[in-house]
């Protein structure tokens, strides 16, 4: 199957639809991997891990409810999904996550 999400009629595998795809490089990958290179953010694995989740979410909601995707979405939804999970985190932490998502 073609990549619904960029649509240059390359066929979709897990690598591609992370890592190749021009939809997914501009909603995280050069992104994220800058912000790690100039800081030391908190739980980056999680932040990848969710950064893709949502992409994944975003495509299957594309394929099987007909909606459509944009960054713009994807952006809202990786922020709060990001805010959520940082409940998790020890309050020394929250600042520098909510100050880098709020800059994206």
Do not use: T, Y
């Amino acid at each position: 199957m073609d990549c619904v999400m960029c649509l240059v009629h390359a066929e979709e595998d897990i690598e591609h639809l992370f890592f190749h795809c021009s939809f997914a490089r501009r909603c995280w990958h050069d992104r994220i991997l800058h912000a790690r290179s100039v800081s030391r953010l908190p739980f980056f694995m999680e932040i990848c891990i969710i950064a893709m989740w949502e992409l994944w979410k975003l495509r299957n909601r594309k394929i099987f409810d007909g909606q459509a995707a944009s960054f713009g979405l994807w952006l809202l939804r990786f922020k709060e999904e990001i805010r959520l999970q940082s409940l998790r985190l020890k309050e020394a932490l929250k600042p520098a996550i909510s100050s880098w998502v709020d800059s994206l």
